[in-house]
Structures are given as structure tokens and as C-alpha cells.
């Protein structure tokens, strides 16, 4: 699930930005962007992250701010520039070109200016820590807004289903009626023309009639329903078993469908069908 949560901290000698980002993933996976001074502390602050966070794919960014001059520790690698410098010459003297090479480009080449603040002070270290467990916090409360608005998007797809429902079981006493008609008028219409034994014409109509029924299609999406209803109201993630209800109630609409033979329940599965879509592709946030 996506989401985005931020801390900034400050003292008279430092300051710390941390900055995480949420994507929906199965499993937790993080990457990190660190100051080189924190590179052998990257477990650790993973572990942070991991003690909060149980899925989604987490960007997670570092910035640490020296505010106080006396916390810098800077070295002029010496070595390093005069070797860039001689090069450097040589290669200006054999191009043939007028302009030397002056101090302020040599020291803004790769490794001319060093940091000798291998490891963060105590002081840095409380500020950094503190602003992952305050960012991952703001991450948490993030993805759970937006969890709370894709259940009630859920919930408002899965009752719009449920009324659509209502709508064909209100159809059915009108629709059977007219089956039976139909298939009556079919069945005079040859018996007329020729002798058809009468227990056999009621064993054909029942038949008919009951491969066209679908009162056990509207009782089983209606149990879907109320499991879709009850899953989405748990506490923990269900994401995947969400998205295999949604596939029941896929196949009982489907089949509803395809047995209807009315125009009025026709058009309520389709709109059924377009709340289920929905309701797939928001189930896809859900880890």
C-alpha cells in the first residue's frame, strides 16, 4: 500500500531529514539511500524500519546536515591533487592549449576534499534514530488513511452488488412466470401437431424450468457477500483472501448471467459485474 511519512530533527551541531516512501508489495523491501558515515549502521536502521513496517516496498532516504564548524572534520588529500594536477599539465601541454589548471577546479575533482567523520557521534546517532522511528510512524499513519478510504471504497462497491442482487431476486417470481409461458407455448404449439403424452410434457417443463433457475446462484452470492463483508472488517491484512472471494462472486454473477434470459436481471448483472471490477482492481492494493 502506498504512503509517504517524513521527520525532520535539529540541534545546535546537526540536522537530520529522513524521508520514506511506500509502495504495495507482498513482502518488505527496502531501499536505502545513507550518508557514506552510515553505511556499516544500514542494518540497524532496517531493523528500525522492520520493527513497524511488515510489507510495501520502502524507499527510505537519509540527510544528515554538520551545522556546527567545529563537527567538521575536512582533509585536502594533498597526494591526490598534485597527482591530478601534474596529469592534468601534461595533458594541457600536449593538447597545446594556453590556460592552466587552477586550484578551486582541482579541488572540486572526486576525492580532493575528504571527510574524516568516519562514524556518527552520539549526538548525530540520537537525532537519526529519532527521526526513523518518527518517520515510520508518519508512514504507518499514512498508509492507514488511505487504508480506511479503500475499505470504504470496498464497502460501497461490494453493497452496490448486494442492491443489484436485491433488484434480480425481485425479478424472479415475474421471470419464472414468464419461462413457464414460453416453454408452455413452445410445447402446445408441437403438441398440437402431434400426440406427446402428458406426463412427459410435465417432465420436460419441470426440467427446463429448473436448468434456467438460478435461486441457488443468488444464495450463494449473497453468502460471498457476507464473507467479502466479514474479511474486510478483520484487523489483519487480506488482501489475497479479498481477492479470492471477489473470483466466487465473479463466477456466481457470471453464471446468473448466462441463465438469466430477462433483460431486467441482464442489466443489473452488468452493473454487478462493473462494482467487481472495482472491487479487483482496489484489491490489488492490499497486501
Not at 54 to 69: F, H, T, Y
Not at 221 to 230: A, P, V
Amino acid at each position: 500500500m502506498t504512503g509517504y511519512g517524513s521527520a525532520s530533527l535539529s540541534s545546535d551541531n546537526y540536522k537530520v531529514s529522513v524521508e520514506l516512501k511506500s509502495l504495495n508489495s507482498k513482502y518488505i523491501e527496502i531501499n536505502m539511500k545513507l550518508p557514506r558515515t552510515y553505511m556499516e549502521r544500514e542494518m540497524t536502521l532496517r531493523n528500525l524500519l522492520t520493527q513497524r513496517l511488515q510489507r510495501g516496498k520502502i524507499n527510505a532516504v537519509l540527510d544528515v546536515e554538520v551545522l556546527s564548524p567545529d563537527r567538521h572534520r575536512l582533509r585536502i588529500n594533498e597526494d591526490l591533487v598534485r597527482a591530478y594536477s601534474e596529469r592534468l599539465e601534461k595533458l594541457r601541454g600536449d593538447l597545446g592549449l594556453a590556460a592552466s589548471v587552477d586550484l578551486e577546479y582541482l579541488l572540486s575533482l572526486p576525492d580532493a576534499i575528504q571527510n574524516d567523520h568516519e562514524s556518527a557521534d552520539a549526538e548525530e546517532w540520537g537525532l537519526v534514530e529519532r527521526a526513523f522511528r518518527e518517520a515510520a510512524e508518519r508512514l504507518v499513519e499514512s498508509r492507514s488513511k488511505e487504508g480506511t478510504a479503500l475499505e470504504s471504497d470496498l464497502s460501497k462497491c461490494r453493497g452496490l452488488i448486494a442492491d443489484h442482487l436485491e433488484e434480480v431476486k425481485a425479478l424472479l417470481p415475474r421471470r419464472s412466470a414468464h419461462i413457464r409461458e414460453r416453454v408452455q407455448n413452445a410445447i402446445q404449439e408441437i403438441k398440437d401437431r402431434a400426440q406427446i403424452d402428458g406426463n412427459r410434457y410435465e417432465q420436460e417443463l419441470i426440467y427446463y424450468i429448473e436448468k434456467l433457475d438460478i435461486n441457488e446462484e443468488v444464495v450463494r452470492l449473497e453468502k460471498h457477500l457476507e464473507y467479502f463483508d466479514t474479511s474486510l472488517k478483520e484487523a489483519r491484512s487480506n488482501g489475497k483472501k479479498l481477492g479470492f472471494i471477489s473470483q466466487e462472486m465473479g463466477r456466481e454473477i457470471n453464471t446468473i448471467g448466462s441463465k438469466a434470459n430477462d433483460a431486467g436481471i441482464q442489466q443489473n448483472v452488468v452493473r454487478m459485474k462493473e462494482e467487481l471490477e472495482k472491487i479487483k482492481e482496489q484489491v490489488l492494493n492490499i497486501v
